[in-house]
């Protein structure tokens, strides 16, 4: 991910809408991408990956969308819930290596009742 | 609950002081992570070890020493740090080195006087 700015993008939605998170990866070279939720006083949590040789991955209720020729990647959250307001990062992995994982900047997704 | 426990949970420390961080997994994970996180940023990898080997080193600071004692403990010594060190710690791990999503624990919040 590219860690850009000093703000933290936000993205607000209304309670059972879906949501689109986006983010920008600038390695080429990256092969496995992540993306992981953050609630206030906890650590990342996991919540879906996708590798290279993909264009889409779903889970329940999230989906992941892999553009490699824009290097691009987003994560869909259907039927968005209050528990799902927290930040989220993704990260991309460099192919090879130790699995050492560059985040992005994050986007805080606020959800209203 | 997260299956990486980190202790403590917070710590404040003066700058002359010697204290350390510590990181606890029983999943059998044998590659292990250390994060600093800044209030409203994403994580930034300080070091990882392999089967207990350091396999990366972030060109950390040497105020910060990690350690790999066993394949399920990882601690981060902390000496005569600034305050521009205060941040969020942040433990990870995986199985191996592949292509897995990393665990992370909910972190040490650390305050430097």
């Known amino acids: 991910g590219e860690s850009v700015g000093l703000h933290l993008p936000t993205l607000s939605v209304q309670e059972g809408d879906n949501s689109i998170i986006n983010c920008a990866y600038s390695?080429?070279?990256?092969?496995?991408f992540i993306w992981y939720k953050q609630e206030s006083g906890k650590g990342p949590q996991f919540i879906i990956d996708?590798?290279?040789?993909?264009d889409k991955r779903q889970g329940q209720r999230v989906t992941v969308l892999l553009n490699k020729t824009v290097k691009h990647l987003s994560l869909q959250i259907a039927a968005t819930q209050p528990g799902d307001s927290a930040v989220y990062f993704c990260?991309?992995?460099?192919?090879?290596?130790?699995?050492?994982?560059?985040f992005g900047a994050g986007t805080r997704l606020a959800v209203h009742p | 609950d997260t299956e990486v426990t980190q202790t403590p949970k917070h710590l404040v420390m003066g700058m002359t002081n010697k204290k350390s961080l510590k990181c606890e997994q029983h999943?059998?994970?044998?590659?292990m992570y250390w994060y600093k996180q800044k209030a409203k940023k994403p994580p930034e990898l300080m070091f990882v070890?392999?089967?207990?080997?350091?396999?990366i080193n972030e060109s950390v600071p040497s105020r910060f020493s990690p350690e790999c004692p066993n394949s399920s403990l990882l601690n981060l010594h902390l000496h005569a740090l600034q305050p521009e060190d205060s941040a969020l710690y942040l433990c990870?791990?995986?199985?191996?080195?592949?292509?897995?999503?990393?665990?992370f624990g909910d972190g040490t919040r650390l305050s430097i006087l």
């Open positions: 990260a991309d992995r460099f192919s090879g290596g130790y699995n050492k994982l560059i």
């Open positions: 990870a791990s995986t199985p191996d080195s592949g292509d897995q999503p990393q665990h």
């Open positions: 996708i590798r290279s040789n993909m």
């Open positions: 999943m059998g994970h044998r590659a």
């Open positions: 390695n080429s070279a990256s092969d496995y």
């Open positions: 070890y392999s089967y207990e080997k350091l396999s």
